[in-house]
């Protein structure tokens, strides 16, 4: 079966757009621009994996981590799992073809109207009525709804019965998964979702909505060429007003890498949250002049992951994957419930709790990662009857989400970025989200385990998967990065506070210079929807963003696109 992506080996000196990353934010740049009749090069460091090749053993989840901490790096470059060990906070962060898509949970919630209030954001951005068109379109795009049958399964009754405690009851949030078999909107026949629970892990049906099934095939579709293991390093002004993209090629199979340049009038940054402010702060320490406030208002949305041990009721939230693992077993899909707890006053103390899923892969890990002497039993026990019928059963897993102060900062380091935020770990959020998710463990009958990991190279530092900032909007360039299109405000000598690099954008998480409150993919998309509007109006193009029709393409054999 083919895919999207081709070899470097066929990669062109020019462009009209070059296109980094192809996550979220590069993805719509990708499939708008090119539909807009531009040649669009994408690059993304990491590689293709197609439907069905997603890791369901635990060898083969183990070589799909790559972590990165002070002086240390291990696995593969194109690991599906990248995770950066920080000394005040950890992350994790999708790598492939799709970016954090292809490994996450697909919660697509919008946030709310008073974060878009807040003044750190351009006010054009409340003005133009755009971001709602933005949100129309990822919403027609990726298509979030919600399990029909979420308060059938077990581990949507456990949440309600554990969530009394708050008198909170859950509901089913919208999901970027197909429920019922259908085309989606790039042309690709998604079959239903198996409820299988293997989200987190890579969807190995074709069900979850990712990138790679939406906006990267409408991309190819329209003739753009997408590159994997390509590595851009940082960006340069040529001679002649175009950009020169520095570009690593990282598919040497051992050998040094090489390096290579590509040019184009227009370079779309959506390397993600760490991606791209890496790429612009290595770029500022070659001599492009970007404003002073490149790195700040990093936000981790005040995200945790936790886990309840040891419930009373069973609770069946460990993947079955597909082909299923065990039968007669339905998990569902990564989260199917969501308490939402508001609060009409202050913003900051809203918080969703969603419970989660924990995929089939990594069922082998989980008496080493729970149980003192763990190992052993590990070996003992069948993993059947360990993780899907014994203590396993009654595993709880959560997500949560809220609001932080945004005050982390990025620097570069020996040439890379480092996270530095001292007080993260006194963050607020972090004792209202214990005090939360205590609660309804307990109500569960269970023990709450903040971290199972803190005895390891994790330590007790707090963790985020929504990475957020670094490269924020503001009005002008003593308050923001990009302006509200994502041009980047050019901080050369005698250029006005709002002057920007002429075809220089971001649009990934790194524009945010907030929390935001809600899983962030749904604005994230939105967001560069929106500059994608804008880029249309100032760059005189035209595209729609209309469904494809024509003959459906199978998610595992994408490539069929490439070739017609
Ligand atoms: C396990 C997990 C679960 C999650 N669950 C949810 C959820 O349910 N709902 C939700 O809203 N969010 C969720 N998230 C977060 C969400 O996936 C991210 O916020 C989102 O993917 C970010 O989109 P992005 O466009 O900013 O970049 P990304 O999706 O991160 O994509 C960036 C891409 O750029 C590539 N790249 C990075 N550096 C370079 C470089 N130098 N050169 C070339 N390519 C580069 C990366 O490999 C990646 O493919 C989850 C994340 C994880 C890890
Ligand atoms: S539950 Fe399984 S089939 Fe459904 S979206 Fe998640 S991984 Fe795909």
């Known amino acids: 079966m083919?895919?999207?992506?081709?070899?470097?080996?066929?990669?062109?000196?020019?462009?009209?757009?070059?296109?980094?990353?192809?996550?979220?934010?590069?993805?719509?740049?990708?499939?708008?621009?090119?539909?807009?009749?531009?040649?669009?090069?994408?690059?993304?460091?990491?590689?293709?994996?197609?439907?069905?090749?997603?890791?369901?053993?635990?060898?083969?989840?183990?070589?799909?981590?790559?972590?990165?901490?002070?002086?240390?790096?291990?696995?593969?470059?194109?690991?599906?799992?990248?995770?950066?060990?920080?000394?005040?906070?950890?992350?994790?962060?999708?790598?492939?073809?799709?970016?954090?898509?292809?490994?996450?949970?697909?919660?697509?919630?919008?946030?709310?109207?008073?974060?878009?209030?807040?003044?750190?954001?351009?006010?054009?951005?409340?003005?133009?009525?755009?971001?709602?068109?933005?949100?129309?379109?990822?919403?027609?795009?990726?298509?979030?709804?919600?399990?029909?049958?979420?308060?059938?399964?077990?581990?949507?009754?456990?949440f309600a019965t554990a969530s009394s405690a708050l008198?909170?009851?859950?509901?089913?949030?919208?999901?970027?998964?197909?429920?019922?078999?259908?085309?989606?909107?790039?042309?690709?026949?998604?079959?239903?979702?198996?409820?299988?629970?293997?989200?987190?892990?890579?969807?190995?049906?074709?069900?979850?909505?990712?990138?790679?099934?939406?906006?990267?095939?409408?991309?190819?579709?329209?003739?753009?060429?997408?590159?994997?293991?390509?590595?851009?390093?940082?960006?340069?002004?040529?001679?002649?007003?175009?950009?020169?993209?520095?570009?690593?090629?990282?598919?040497?199979?051992?050998?040094?890498?090489?390096?290579?340049?590509?040019?184009?009038?227009?370079?779309?940054?959506?390397?993600?949250?760490?991606?791209?402010?890496?790429?612009?702060?290595?770029?500022?320490a070659h001599g492009l002049a970007l404003s002073d406030r490149l790195g700040h208002r990093f936000s981790a949305n005040g995200d945790i992951i936790a886990f309840g041990y040891g419930a009373k009721i069973p609770i069946n939230a460990v993947g079955i994957g597909h082909p299923p693992k065990i039968e007669g077993l339905e998990i569902g899909a990564a989260v199917s419930g969501q308490i939402e707890i508001d609060d009409e006053e202050n913003l900051s103390n809203e918080l969703r709790v969603q419970e989660g899923v924990l995929p089939s892969a990594l069922a082998p890990a989980l008496p080493v990662l729970f149980i003192p002497n763990g190992r052993l039993l590990g070996a003992l026990q069948s993993l059947i009857a360990g993780v899907y019928k014994g203590p396993f059963a009654k595993l709880q897993t959560f997500f949560a989400v809220s609001h932080d102060s945004a005050a982390g900062r990025f620097v570069l380091e020996d040439d890379e970025l480092k996270l530095v935020w001292p007080s993260a770990k006194d963050e607020p959020v972090y004792k209202r989200l214990d005090e939360v998710l205590s609660a309804i463990v307990k109500e569960a009958g269970g023990s709450y385990v903040k971290n199972p990991l803190a005895g390891t190279v994790m330590g007790h530092q707090p963790a985020t998967a929504h990475p957020l900032g670094g490269a924020g909007m503001g009005p002008e360039r003593s308050n923001g990065v990009v302006n509200h299109k994502g041009q980047a405000f050019d901080a050369g000598a005698g250029r006005g506070s709002t002057a920007v690099h002429e075809g220089l954008y971001v649009v990934d998480g790194a524009v945010m210079p907030r929390s935001l409150g809600v899983n962030p993919l749904l604005t994230i998309t939105a967001l560069a929807e929106r500059a994608m509007l804008h880029m249309a109006q100032d760059y005189g193009l035209s595209f729609d963003d209309a469904e494809i029709g024509g003959t459906p393409v199978a998610p595992d054999d994408l490539g069929t696109i490439v070739t017609a």
């Open 2 to 158: 083919a895919g999207l992506s081709r070899s470097l080996d066929h990669v062109k000196d020019h462009y009209d757009v070059i296109v980094v990353g192809s996550g979220y934010g590069a993805g719509v740049a990708a499939a708008r621009l090119a539909r807009a009749g531009k040649r669009v090069a994408v690059l993304e460091r990491g590689r293709e994996v197609l439907t069905g090749a997603f890791p369901s053993r635990f060898p083969d989840l183990k070589n799909e981590l790559q972590v990165t901490g002070k002086r240390m790096r291990t696995g593969p470059s194109s690991a599906l799992f990248d995770v950066r060990l920080g000394e005040d906070m950890h992350v994790l962060v999708g790598c492939g073809l799709g970016g954090g898509s292809l490994v996450n949970a697909g919660v697509a919630l919008r946030p709310d109207a008073r974060v878009f209030a807040d003044d750190v954001w351009p006010g054009q951005l409340a003005q133009d009525g755009l971001l709602d068109e933005g949100f129309r379109r990822a919403e027609r795009w990726l298509k979030p709804q919600s399990d029909p049958r979420a308060s059938a399964l077990t581990k949507f009754k456990a």
């Open 167 to 284: 008198a909170h009851a859950p509901i089913a949030p919208p999901l970027t998964v197909s429920f019922e078999a259908g085309v989606n909107a790039a042309g690709v026949a998604q079959p239903a979702c198996t409820r299988c629970g293997d989200c987190c892990g890579g969807c190995n049906v074709g069900a979850k909505t990712s990138v790679a099934l939406t906006y990267l095939p409408a991309a190819a579709r329209y003739g753009a060429e997408l590159f994997t293991h390509a590595a851009v390093r940082q960006i340069s002004k040529g001679q002649d007003g175009s950009w020169n993209v520095h570009v690593r090629r990282l598919d040497g199979n051992g050998a040094a890498p090489q390096d290579l340049v590509v040019s184009a009038p227009i370079v779309v940054l959506g390397a993600g949250t760490l991606g791209s402010t890496e790429i612009l702060m290595r770029s500022r």
